[in-house]
């Protein structure tokens, strides 16, 4: 839907994703605020915006295996491990450059998710589920227990990544190479979805069987949709790898993959925009909820503070059953429904 009076007149200006001045311009402004925040903002703020972007590749991933193919996974932290250990073993055994390490993650990760989705073909919903939860349990046994590639509980050591002459030893650094690849990530994942591959999965999404009898591949669109999720995931490993400069098994929960998709459902199905809007929800509600944990022990010191140091766990829950009882459909329902208010305007409908 464009805003009142404004017309296409080309098929290519149907097909695009920012199409007025106005659009292009609110891009612009907000990449240019993007990028120079390490000119003004302190370590703290760098720090979360990195994680919150390396968080919104991985919950992208996940969207797009979920939220367009219909294909429930609550795995995703270990394939994010996967991408993880993989990048730091390319670079650290090999030798191999930061570049060709990440892409090498992010096919090690695909190609295991692979292994695991081949059950997507004849199971879905709950069974689905707990097969991709045999995958959490079988791949965090693997960091653990597989000690010459892995560290073991010791964990593994990262060195800086390096492209060319170009060293990411800096929080600032660090936090440029994050924001590109968060927003190449993106991107892609726009643009993916508007392709034949987008449309294959969300006709699996509606109706398998009528996908099948149209002539859709179910095995073959489904695989693929786990691979492109856990390359998300093993994309997302690398960044998270880089930017703590270590990696061990507990970094890679199953409460994580839970989170993950919890931040799916409060940011909304079934598009591009709804994990950036969960993630950063939940994340900035993770800050908040860890602000207040030292002020209500102070205020209420009889019940001690292990009460609340569970805040954080408490309220993503309380915020997730909410989501689904009052707004199952997220946050970008609520935002799309505002741009076609304000697309209409002055007309009333």
Not at 51 to 65: D, K
Request: net charge positive; proline share 3%; charged share 10%.
């Amino acid at each position: 839907m464009l805003p009142s009076g404004t017309y296409n007149v080309r098929y290519e200006q149907s097909m695009a994703i920012f199409r007025t001045r106005a659009q292009w311009i609110l891009l612009a402004l907000f990449l240019i605020a993007l990028f120079t925040v390490p000119l003004y903002g302190s370590r703290y703020i760098l720090s979360l915006i990195s994680m919150i972007g390396i968080t919104i590749i991985a919950v992208e991933g996940l969207g797009i295996l979920t939220g367009y193919s219909g294909q429930l996974s609550v795995g995703q932290a270990a394939f994010v491990g996967v991408g993880a250990y993989t990048s730091v073993i390319c670079m650290q055994r090999f030798e191999m450059p930061f570049l060709l390490a990440i892409l090498c993650a992010g096919l090690a990760s695909g190609l295991i998710g692979i292994i695991f989705g081949l059950a997507a073909v004849r199971i879905k919903g709950f069974y689905l589920a707990m097969t991709t939860l045999a995958a959490q349990f079988i791949l965090g046994w693997c960091f653990l227990h597989l000690r010459s590639w892995t560290g073991g509980t010791e964990g593994l050591f990262v060195k800086p990544a390096t492209i060319g002459p170009l060293v990411f030893a800096s929080a600032q650094s660090k936090y440029y190479l994050v924001m590109v690849i968060t927003v190449i990530m993106i991107f892609f994942a726009k643009n993916l979805m508007r392709t034949r591959l987008g449309r294959a999965l969300v006709a699996i999404r509606d109706n398998d069987l009528a996908a099948e009898v149209m002539g859709i591949d179910l095995l073959l669109y489904k695989l693929i949709a786990f691979f492109i999720c856990c390359f998300f995931a093993g994309v997302a490993g690398t960044l998270y790898a880089e930017y703590v400069e270590f990696v061990n098994p507990v970094q890679y929960t199953l409460e994580d993959s839970i989170l993950y998709v919890g931040m799916l459902i409060v940011g909304g199905m079934g598009s591009i925009m709804g994990p950036i809007f969960g993630v950063i929800f939940m994340k900035l509600l993770n800050e908040g909820a860890l602000y207040l944990t030292p002020i209500l022990t102070d205020m209420v010191p009889a019940l001690g503070g292990a009460i609340f140091s569970a805040l954080s766990t408490a309220v993503y829950a309380i915020v997730i059953i909410l989501f689904l009882v009052f707004e199952p459909k997220g946050i970008n329902y609520r935002w799309t429904i505002f741009k076609n208010q304000y697309r209409l305007y002055p007309f009333a409908y």
